[in-house]
């Protein structure tokens, strides 16, 4: 088992020694940013330019839905997210601090990406989880 | 090239068959198409299969031990949603090539029931409910909600797409309910993921159609010009590379692209076309689709659904079958399910249902991940 959290997703990152940040790719030829990593753009279709960027923590949601019915186990209701990160990138998440209501949710609100375990899901050897959430910016 | 015709066709009545195999539901619709031509699995020079759930199972080899082992060369098509479209339109690509002169093209699906996508998978942890949702109810939502953002849409115009929908497979037999489902109903009805409620998702049910397709020669020959559907135009796309596409799926790009590539084929527009099938796999996704087919302009889906423009009756009704909504959505077998349908339109055959006049009409599937495939029908 690691001594220390695991992270989630490839595309976060977790530094020896400092924050945690989610990592993309984007492209030399055309600029398109991915999550993640890869070799070839399928934008331009360039091939070996691909160089890695650190997504910001700071972006706006685009789009989202409202989940009431989940599978077995899972916490509802809780909004789905689709957030653009400031400088590029996009993201899918748990949009969390907000009541899951349409009339409380606005397009375009300034969210922050926070980091967090993962709602204490473990994997089959035990080890602990570090994900990300978005969180509605305070003025 | 020469035109390729649809000469049989034809689909069973959705349901819950667990007591059947894969190959014998498929079957089923297999037999009724060669019927609807009067022909037998003896004539055909090639199988085109479609089924998503035993994409590794050999569907289309043992849909001919059930009927009729005649050593044809069979294809086995999975493409998600857009699995029966795919099947048909090799099909019909193999006839245009003058490869064969007559074909045979089956959908089938057997499904379970609950919620689709937003399953494991990978390694670690589960990633649904914690990275958002996966579930296809929730990714049609957001797109949606993109629709909302864009246009002011509202869950109530969303909610009229599966009132229209439900209430016009009142008049289809084969659908898997006939039952009408008021607004209040709709609206009311358990939120799956917000803006869809359930009688806003799409039934899942096991199913089968076909289709017999020949090449204007052979129909000439065998005489069965005289009930068929010329194939004017049938387009498959894939996704191209939108900004937000790898983490949110867009259904639309794919789709605008497959519809003026159809519309070019057949050399016409959308004032054109008299009926759509369209991919209403969750009600949100039928309002998108009007827009992407170019039935209205941007951001005037909602009033045609308001102006009742898609409704049987209206300017161009949109799901007269019932759609996925009600007719019920067996992936495999949709694509052509939505061919029979318009055919039988195009025939004069749908009796109460039946869209007066109907000269052309379009079917329009989505696989997420993604494809969109287009077909284009005309009485001949």
């Known amino acids: ?139 | 090239m020469a035109d390729a015709y649809i000469v049989g066709v034809d689909m069973i009545k959705f349901g819950r068959f667990p007591e059947k195999s894969v190959p014998q539901i498929g079957s089923e619709a297999a037999l009724l198409a060669l019927d609807d031509c009067g022909l037998s699995i003896q004539d055909m020079q090639a199988l085109y299969c479609g089924n998503l759930g035993q994409a590794s199972g050999m569907v289309g080899q043992r849909i001919l031990q059930e009927i009729g082992q005649t050593g044809i060369p069979v294809v086995n098509v999975a493409n998600a949603c857009a699995t029966g479209a795919t099947a048909f339109r090799e099909a019909w690509a193999s006839v245009k090539a003058d490869l064969y002169d007559i074909v045979l093209a089956v959908g089938v699906e057997q499904m379970g029931k609950g919620l689709l996508g937003g399953g494991g998978g990978s390694r670690g942890i589960s990633k649904e409910g914690l990275l958002g949702s996966g579930t296809m109810p929730s990714v049609f939502a957001e797109a949606g909600m993109e629709h909302t953002r864009q246009y002011g849409t509202t869950f109530e115009q969303f909610a009229k797409v599966s009132v229209k929908n439900h209430h016009h497979s009142t008049m289809n037999p084969k659908a898997m309910y006939q039952i009408e489902t008021p607004l209040e109903t709709v609206m009311n009805a358990e939120m799956i993921s917000y803006p869809n409620t359930k009688l806003m998702c799409s039934v899942n049910v096991d199913g089968s159609a076909a289709a017999v397709i020949a090449s204007e020669k052979k129909a000439r020959e065998l005489g069965l010009m005289d009930r068929a559907v010329k194939v004017r135009a049938s387009v498959l796309t894939s996704d191209p590379w939108q900004e937000r596409d790898l983490v949110m799926p867009d259904v639309n790009t794919c789709t605008r692209k497959a519809a003026a590539a159809a519309y070019e084929m057949a050399g016409l527009g959308p004032d054109d076309i008299d009926l759509i099938e369209l991919h209403d796999c969750f009600a949100t996704a039928e309002i998108l689709h009007y827009e992407n087919l170019g039935l209205c302009g941007d951001g005037e889906a909602g009033r045609l659904i308001d102006d009742g423009d898609v409704a049987l009756g209206g300017r161009v009704p949109v799901n007269v079958s019932g759609g996925l909504l009600s007719k019920g959505h067996p992936l495999g077998a949709t694509g052509i399910a939505n061919i029979y349908e318009v055919s039988t339109h195009l025939r004069g055959n749908a009796g109460q249902r039946q869209v007066e006049g109907a000269r052309i009409g379009m079917t329009h599937v989505i696989g997420l991940g993604s494809a969109c495939g287009i077909h284009i029908l005309e009485a001949a």
């Open chain 1, 1 to 139: 088992m690691a001594d220390k959290p695991l992270p989630a997703v490839a595309y976060l990152k977790i530094p020896d020694d400092g924050e945690p940040y989610l990592e993309g790719t984007r492209c030399g030829s055309c600029g398109a940013t991915f999550l993640g990593e890869r070799d070839n753009c399928s934008k331009c279709g360039a091939r070996g330019r691909m160089e890695p960027v650190r997504l910001s923590n700071q972006g706006e949601l685009y789009s989202y839905c409202i989940v009431h019915r989940s599978f077995p186990g899972i916490d509802v209701p809780y909004v789905s997210a689709i957030v653009d990160l400031e400088g590029g990138g996009t993201v899918k998440g748990n949009l969390i601090d907000v009541e899951p209501d349409p009339a409380k949710i606005d397009f375009g609100m300034p969210v922050d990406v926070v980091y967090d375990d993962a709602l204490g899901r473990k994997d089959a050897d035990g080890n602990s989880y570090l994900s990300y959430f978005f969180r509605p910016r305070a003025n």
